[in-house]
């Protein structure tokens, strides 16, 4: 085991844990000390190797250990960087590692487009957050910024390269969940791009969860562009039977349709369990699904809006099963 102070907080942690993981415990421990865990754009608990590539993570260690106290020289990312023994780590107590953070997020913005009023990703969006917390007022690049057209790589899902920050996420998603991968990333440096194999489309199952893990709107549901902004939606908790996947998933209504259906995710927005695409782009009708409840959302998100009163959840309840004996039916009538 080894101790690890992040931001004047302590907490033990064992070996082998990164600082990353380290603050997430801190903030899963109280959530009042949530504030300590460095945002990550492309490292995802659940899919081998990620992490790395976007630097949004930075930490400043300003104690290597108990044996050996000298200061790592830069910033280095928490997401690689395991903890050790006596470490000391600033994030949001350093001055200058939030600047560094904040050209990290300039970086990042240098050709991302600010179209959030027409991007289905909007409101649940990791860079709409990074930007309002650390985002400058005007970009200081100056030369023309690289532009995509948006292209279908599949019969239920547009690719937004224009919009894309080259998190890798959903390449680690069709490596090492789907039976096959026919995309990646080609060229490199400043013309990187994600694309698909020549001819290739992406069809195989469970490749709609490349949607549900990019953090930014270059991978939509196509099934679902443009039908609804996310918080004039009703998220449900739902499950059904499933002999692909466990069947668990949240069930975005509006009324009693079903507009799309999304993994389950976890308080620092990754998904907990990988849905396949029977359950995510054919079930969309409140008979296919045993409805929980409404799903617990963190009151910072504008989806939260909706306000999740008792009233409203009985409301739920009962638009998304009507039948079901052990629901009270609902006066809609009552204001």
């Known amino acids: 085991m080894a101790k690890v102070t992040i931001d004047n907080i302590e907490i033990e942690v064992p070996d082998g844990t990164t600082i990353l993981q380290a603050a997430r415990m801190i903030g899963e ?26 630097r949004t993570c930075i930490v400043k260690v300003t104690k ?15 997401c690689r960087t395991n903890v050790m023994d006596g470490m000391v780590v600033e994030n949001t107590v350093n001055p200058e590692l939030i600047d560094a953070r904040n050209g990290v997020v300039e970086f990042l913005l240098i050709n991302h487009p600010l179209d959030c009023p027409i991007c289905d990703q909007a409101g649940e969006c990791h860079l709409q957050d990074l930007s309002y917390e650390n985002g400058k007022e005007a970009s200081r690049y100056q ?8 292209i279908d790589i599949g019969e239920t899902i547009k690719l937004h390269m224009t919009r894309c920050i080259l998190c890798y996420r959903c390449v680690k998603v069709a490596e090492q969940i789907t039976d096959g991968r026919v995309h990646g990333v080609i060229n490199r440096g400043d013309v990187s791009e994600i694309s698909t194999y020549i001819t290739e ?14 953090p930014v709107g270059a991978l939509t549901d196509r099934t679902f562009r443009f039908a609804s902004r996310v918080w004039f939606t009703n998220p449900l908790d739902a499950h059904r ?14 009324g009693a349709e079903v ?8 308080m620092w927005g990754e998904v907990e369990e990988f849905i396949c695409n029977s359950c995510r782009f054919e079930k969309k009708s409140s008979s296919d699904w045993t409805i929980e409840g409404p799903r617990k959302i963190d009151r910072h998100s504008v989806i939260s809006q ?5 009233k409203l959840q009985q409301k739920l309840l009962t638009i998304a099963a009507p039948n079901d004996p052990g629901i009270e039916p609902f006066n809609f009538n009552e204001r």
């Open 64 to 78: 290597g250990s108990e044996k050996d106290p000298r200061p790592m020289p830069k910033p280095v990312a928490s």
């Open 259 to 266: 507009l799309r259906v999304t993994g389950r995710k976890d």
């Open 241 to 254: 039977n499933c002999d692909k996947c466990s069947g668990k998933a949240v069930v975005w209504m509006k």
């Open 143 to 150: 030369f023309e910024r690289r532009t995509f057209e948006p």
């Open 306 to 310: 909706g306000h999740y009163t008792n």
């Open 201 to 214: 489309a992406i069809e195989n199952d469970f490749s709609g969860n490349m949607i549900d893990v990019c």
């Open 29 to 54: 421990r109280s959530k009042a000390d949530a504030y300590v865990v460095p945002p990550a754009m492309c490292y995802h608990s659940k899919l081998k190797t990620s992490g790395g590539y976007c």
